[in-house]
């Protein structure tokens, strides 16, 4: 592989790297009791808890949506970039990365 060629694939995969950083994903648990938003690199970006879902004499429930919403975002957004990167795995290999 030449080095434009090389070239060009890095900046192929930087342009990848910047479209999941932008990508927002959301899931909801507790029929909207809890949201949760990640971006495509797996970087958690907000928290949502809507009150009047949530019973304060059942904290643990509370605590179950939120983990498995978060389990959910990641492995969305981690299926989300290796689908994006997947043209790319056999290039990059060739590069040594």
């Given at each position: 592989m030449s080095r434009l060629d090389q070239a060009k694939?890095?900046?192929?995969?930087?342009?990848?790297?910047?479209?999941?950083q932008k990508m927002v994903i959301t899931v909801e648990?507790?029929?909207?009791?809890?949201?949760?938003?990640?971006?495509?690199?797996?970087?958690?970006?907000?928290?949502?808890i809507d009150p009047e879902c949530i019973d304060l004499e059942d904290i643990g429930q509370l605590e179950h949506w939120l983990e498995d919403a978060i389990k959910d975002a990641i492995k969305e957004s981690q299926q989300?970039?290796?689908?994006?990167?997947?043209?790319?795995m056999g290039a990059l290999s060739n590069l040594g990365l």
């Amino acid at each position: 592989m030449s080095r434009l060629d090389q070239a060009k694939m890095l900046m192929r995969v930087k342009k990848i790297q910047g479209e999941l950083q932008k990508m927002v994903i959301t899931v909801e648990k507790g029929e909207g009791a809890v949201s949760v938003e990640m971006n495509g690199e797996q970087k958690l970006k907000k928290i949502t808890i809507d009150p009047e879902c949530i019973d304060l004499e059942d904290i643990g429930q509370l605590e179950h949506w939120l983990e498995d919403a978060i389990k959910d975002a990641i492995k969305e957004s981690q299926q989300v970039a290796a689908e994006k990167m997947q043209p790319m795995m056999g290039a990059l290999s060739n590069l040594g990365l």
